[in-house]
């Protein structure tokens, strides 16, 4: 598609005026490959998005001050200067500074926030053309460190490539960005550098797993080993209160106190040093989020009140909170658990979230849906729900119904690579539920994304799939894998809309 240059034929035989223009774009969008919702006029330039050749581009007509400090192939056409610019993170930085919207906001405030990570850098339209719709505030930048190794991307990347998705939409609405999982000052440091504005920060590393098996009397050795200013500090708040949380009262044994002391105070005196030392002294507003949710302990409503009221007494502003829950929330399926007793202690969760005054956060939330009503409702509609690798999975979907023959490929490679994919995430896929490739026709490939096993082994293994290359340095996959999702764009964006649009509908969100 390379008709851009005809829709500048029409530019120039007209009125220049944006609405009328985008209009144009919109009805023949076939023709000239020009996202309408991207044209902008600035200072006598006006800028877009388009397709040029296989390539996404940004396109600078007429001179200008801004033309002049984007980086690309001049070129003269219809008696003006037009610049072709790649979509790189130069480019972006420019257009993040003369359009302000493209840039990430904080989300204080605001109801219902989710989280969408997007590994390869092109869902993030798709997205949008979903939510925007909708009352919810889109984090579209969000990656882990472990992600970004796995992918070969940078936070540079990660918020370039949703700016160039809110610009080529042009929505307006504020998006997000969160340095996910992120365990240390240098990791944080890192994010808020490059204008991340929401931190999560991992305590996992920070947290006694060890406690819970312990007996009573290896735990009253360790507990004797506290500070005795810290010991009197905290008996005296929580041994013999009764702190009312909605309907409920949560009280603490002398066990089960000591207990989750032993387990969470390095957490927590590890976060109120990284809060004050780097996140409070930034100098601008940062959405924080505490994660607690990767460890082997579920979090009591006991536990997730101390940990809360800890961070709040030590002047540390929460957004968000993110405890273990009971059940099983694995990768890219659905919950795996008791619903009832989920249900009974999310209420109490959400009402201490609710009392101190921040949002839960639920981690691995993607195709939870068993639990979004009981999410949704129990809430009020005030929460916030991460998802990463199902818009990997939709990816492979799309791939696995336009090109077969890279899918099988794909597959066979997860199927080789599992154990060491398994290394950085924990499911219980078991491969030899996945029927063969040998068996299943083309048309058939699709519905493996439907299955729980393969869904898993597919979803672990995209930074293995990303990085694979052959013994010349080439990519195996990854440069088909973009090939074939650019061809097929309009699709992979239908394919997100209809699956996080599930998970709206779950949610109960209007």
């Excluded at 200072?43 to 400090?69: C, H, M, P, R």
């Excluded at 961070?311 to 099983?328: H, Q």
Aim: glycine content about 8%; aromatic content about 10%; some cysteine.
């Amino acid at each position: 598609m390379n008709g851009w240059k005809e829709f500048l034929s029409r530019m120039n035989s007209g009125a220049l005026e944006i609405e009328s223009l985008k209009k144009v774009a919109q009805d023949n969008y076939s023709a000239y490959g020009v996202y309408p919702s991207s044209i902008q006029a600035y200072e006598g330039s006006y800028l877009f998005l388009a397709w040029d050749g296989n390539e996404k581009k940004l396109i600078a007509f007429k001179e200008s001050k801004v033309s002049d400090q984007l980086s690309g192939e001049e070129t003269e056409l219809l008696g003006s200067r037009v610049k072709v610019c790649k979509l790189d993170n130069a480019n972006c930085k420019i257009i993040r500074s003369i359009f302000p919207y493209t840039n990430p906001v904080s989300h204080k405030g605001r109801s219902i926030t989710m989280g969408l990570g997007d590994r390869l850098g092109l869902a993030s339209a798709g997205h949008i053309r979903l939510l925007k719709d909708y009352d919810v505030f889109p984090v579209l930048a969000q990656q882990s460190i472990r992600e970004l190794n796995l992918t070969g991307r940078t936070y540079e990347d990660v918020l370039a490539a949703a700016a160039w998705a809110v610009f080529q939409e042009g929505y307006t609405k504020g998006y997000g960005a969160d340095g996910d999982h992120l365990k240390t000052p240098e990791e944080v440091k890192m994010a808020l550098d490059y204008g991340f504005t929401m931190i999560t920060l991992d305590c996992s590393e920070h947290i006694r797993n060890d406690i819970t098996g312990l007996s009573d009397a290896e735990v009253e050795v360790l507990y004797s080993n506290i500070s005795e200013d810290d010991k009197n500090r905290l008996e005296s708040k929580y041994l013999n209160a009764e702190i009312k949380v909605g309907e409920s009262v949560i009280k603490f044994t002398d066990a089960e106190f000591k207990r989750i002391i032993l387990i969470y105070l390095n957490a927590i005196k590890y976060t109120v040093d990284i809060y004050h030392q780097v996140i409070a002294s930034c100098g601008r507003s940062i959405d924080f989020e505490m994660s607690i949710d990767e460890t082997q302990t579920p979090t009591s409503p006991g536990a997730h009140y101390v940990v809360a009221r800890e961070l709040l007494d030590a002047g540390v502003e929460i957004t968000s909170l993110a405890p273990r829950f009971c059940g099983e929330f694995q990768k890219g399926i659905d919950y795996r658990g008791d619903v009832a007793q989920f249900t009974k202690e999310f209420e109490i969760h959400t009402q201490i979230a609710l009392k101190l005054g921040y949002k839960l956060s639920i981690h691995s939330g993607s195709d939870k849906f068993t639990v979004f009503p009981v999410i949704g409702e129990k809430t009020g509609g005030v929460y916030h729900l991460k998802t990463a690798g199902t818009n990997w999975l939709e990816a492979v979907r799309v791939i696995a119904y336009k090109n077969p023959g890279l899918y099988r490929r794909m597959h066979e490679f997860a199927l080789e690579k599992l154990a060491e994919a398994k290394k950085y995430y924990h499911i219980s896929a078991i491969p030899a539920n996945i029927p063969s490739l040998d068996k299943l026709s083309d048309d058939e490939l699709p519905s493996l994304m439907d299955k729980d096993d393969s869904r898993q082994v597919l979803h672990i293994t995209y930074g293995l799939i990303l990085l694979a290359k052959n013994s010349g340095g080439s990519s195996i996959f990854k440069d088909e894998i973009y090939s074939a999702l650019n061809e097929n764009e309009s699709e992979y964006y239908a394919a997100l809309k209809k699956h996080i649009g599930k998970h709206a509908e779950k949610l109960g969100i209007r």
